[in-house]
């Protein structure tokens, strides 16, 4: 019974001195090292402390038990000299803030590397790219690597237009055209290896000046491109207006089309819509052959016309429409350069200020449906 006691009296011990409370009132005074109770409050012996346990057991401490218990429930405090000195976090040094690379990038890669390559690798080999109704060449660089190159030529396309385009959609936060950069080759470069029907093609066509070297528009090659032949198709035009319920799986498309179709007004490119000009690459949409935008506008009616290809849309991404009106007008002009004539530029601003009235109208008369 002695040995009992004894471990049942360490128990009580530990439980005290790790602040575990009891239903003892005399074990809580002991922890908080309290010998008596409040005036006029009953006084409790722990002589009569009784301990059941799951046999039935019941015992009683005697007066010595009862004198160990309260010495060995007085609280320990270290002396200050063994306490640990307190460092505060400094309050100078702040952790390096999370960076966010938001460089521009065009199908995961980034374009100001892809544009370094694109203006200075050195050529290998320039062959013909065929299709289409306009000189066309693909050039492989020393390291593998490919690009479309469209020269500067008298008929149908504009080697500054497919190089402005790119331009535009960078100001507009899309990432749907490729890469491109203005490159000079001479003539007999671009000619060298070229079937002779192509050759006499170049001699009629191409635009020489008097150093005998033609500006060319050098592409990012898009691997894996396929026509989507959308001029072909119909399903795509009811999801353009508003009320019409989308599919589930069409959201996606749906914004790409209205988005090309609003890129297309402010570019004046009315060549889109004749024939295997609608591309995608890996379920994305890619906009290319730019080559018929800009040009003349003699007192904007290729503008008003093209206006009616853009109503074919009354939805448009909430991010194109905020691009749109936010967009940095002079900062553009600069970027452009001599890309575009003040002639084409002020017809740009013309289209800028119309579409931005026209998805006005839209969200004042559709405000839950025309932005997507």
Sequence with gaps: ??????????????????????SSPNVRTAYLHESGGAAGSPQTNLASLQVSG????????????EALLRRSHRLFVPPISELPPFEPSPTDVEPPPSVVDSRPRFRGELDEEVLAKLCSL???????????????????????????????QLRITR???????????????????????????????????????????????????EHGNVKTAVIQWVSGLRNMKLEQADWWRPLLKTGEPIPSGKHKRVAEISTLLLFDYLLLNFDRWSGG??????????????????????????????????????????????????????????????????????????????????LKSLKKQHPKDSLL
């Design 1 to 22: 019974m002695k040995l009992f006691r004894l471990i049942l009296l360490s128990l009580i011990c530990s439980l005290s001195v790790e602040g575990r409370s009891t």
């Design 159 to 209: 080697y500054q237009a497919e190089v402005a385009a790119y331009k535009l959609s960078r100001a507009l936060g899309l990432a749907v055209v490729p890469p491109s950069c203005v490159r000079t080759f001479s003539k007999e470069a671009l000619q060298t290896g070229m079937p002779k029907d192509l050759r006499e093609r170049m001699d009629q066509e191409l635009v020489v000046d």
């Design 277 to 358: 000009n609608t591309t995608e690459a890996d379920g994305e949409m890619i906009y290319i052959d730019q080559g018929a935008g800009f040009g003349p506008d003699k007192k904007h009616g290729h503008s008003r016309l093209m206006l009616k290809t853009l109503k074919w849309s009354e939805r448009f991404p909430r991010h194109l429409a905020h691009s749109l009106f936010q967009l940095d007008l002079p900062a553009l002009r600069a970027d452009f350069g001599d890309l575009v004539t003040d002639e084409e530029w002020e017809s740009f601003l013309y289209r800028v200020e119309h579409a931005r009235a026209y």
């Design 122 to 152: 050195q050529v290998k080999s320039i062959r013909p790219l065929g299709g289409g109704s306009s000189i066309k060449l693909r050039v492989t660089f020393v390291d593998g690597s490919q690009a479309a190159v469209k020269p500067n």
């Design 54 to 65: 799951t046999s039935g057991l019941t015992m009683q401490l005697g007066p010595r038990s």
